[in-house]
Every structure is written in structure tokens, then in C-alpha cells.
């Protein structure tokens, strides 16, 4: 945790999570997606809130190049699939603009002709501070390593 003033502490989650984790009933990207956001939001949205949290998001399809022997980390390809630098997310009604950004990234995985049978699609979210008004230069919250595994995940 690093804090780049007094007033705005900033979080980096390193860790790997497995957005399959938040798929409740549904399947699929977007119903993953839609359970994290869903999480990270939930007391904002217990709450009643009609604002929105300015969001950036990034997505990459990976897969490992090597296994490595004695517990060490693969190395690992990534190829860059969408970019959302900075949004606006209506935090009580944001289920619209994750679904969308899922069909980018799978439509854009197609495109680039990825198989959908191997490797993953990995994610970094960043929310930035609602205090002030430069708002764009203070993250609040990043998630580095959000991954959605196809057939043989990471």
C-alpha cells in the first residue's frame, strides 16, 4: 500500500483473482465481470447511490509460453485485446457497460483469431478517488491480476 498524499490512500492488488469466482448462476465473461463489479461496488450500490466512480480498464488474452519446474511462474504471452482509459461507471446501473465491454473483449479475441479453448483473458481495473476535483490522477483501488481462464486457465 503507498499513499500519494494524506488524504487518498492507494491500494494495489497484486494477487491473482479468479473472476469465475463471481459468476452466481449465469456463465460466461460478462456475467463474471458483472458479479466483480457488483463486489466491488456493493456498498455504494446497498446504499442507494445514482453517482458514478471514474474507472480505467485494461484487457489482455494471455496464455503460458513454458511451463516452468520447481513452482516457478510460467512464462507468460499477452496480447492486448481493449483499453478503457477513463469512464464514468453509473455505479447503480453499470451492468449495461460491462456487458458491452465483455462482447468488445471476446469480439476482438475472435477477430485476432485467439482460441477460445486456451489461455486466459486478464484483467487490470483501476477506481480513482471521488475527493476533489483532479480526480484523474488519483487511483484509489487497482486490481493488477483479475483473470477469466478459458479451457486451460493460468
Given at each position: 500500500t503507498s499513499f500519494p498524499n494524506p488524504t487518498n490512500p492507494y491500494k494495489i492488488v497484486s494477487d491473482q483473482v479468479d473472476l469465475t469466482n463471481y459468476l452466481g448462476e449465469k456463465k460466461g465473461l460478462a456475467n463474471a465481470l458483472s458479479g466483480f463489479f457488483d463486489?466491488?461496488?456493493?456498498?455504494?450500490?446497498?446504499?442507494?447511490?445514482?453517482?458514478?466512480?471514474?474507472?480505467?480498464?485494461?484487457?489482455?488474452?494471455?496464455y503460458a509460453l513454458t511451463t516452468v519446474p520447481g513452482g516457478y511462474e510460467p512464462l507468460v504471452a499477452k496480447f492486448p485485446l481493449a483499453l478503457v482509459p477513463q469512464y464514468d461507471?453509473?455505479?447503480a446501473?453499470?451492468?449495461?457497460?460491462?456487458q458491452q465491454f465483455a462482447g468488445f473483449v471476446e469480439d476482438q479475441a475472435k477477430l485476432a483469431g485467439i482460441a477460445s479453448e486456451a489461455g486466459w483473458y486478464g484483467f487490470e481495473f483501476t477506481v480513482y478517488?471521488?475527493?476533489?476535483t483532479d480526480t484523474a490522477n488519483r487511483p484509489l483501488l487497482t486490481f493488477e491480476n483479475l483473470v477469466y481462464p478459458l479451457a486451460d486457465g493460468p
Open positions: 463486489t466491488v461496488f456493493a456498498s455504494q450500490i446497498a446504499a442507494g447511490s445514482t453517482g458514478t466512480r471514474q474507472i480505467s480498464l485494461t484487457a489482455v488474452y494471455a461507471y453509473p455505479v446501473s453499470g451492468a449495461s457497460f460491462v478517488s471521488s475527493l476533489g
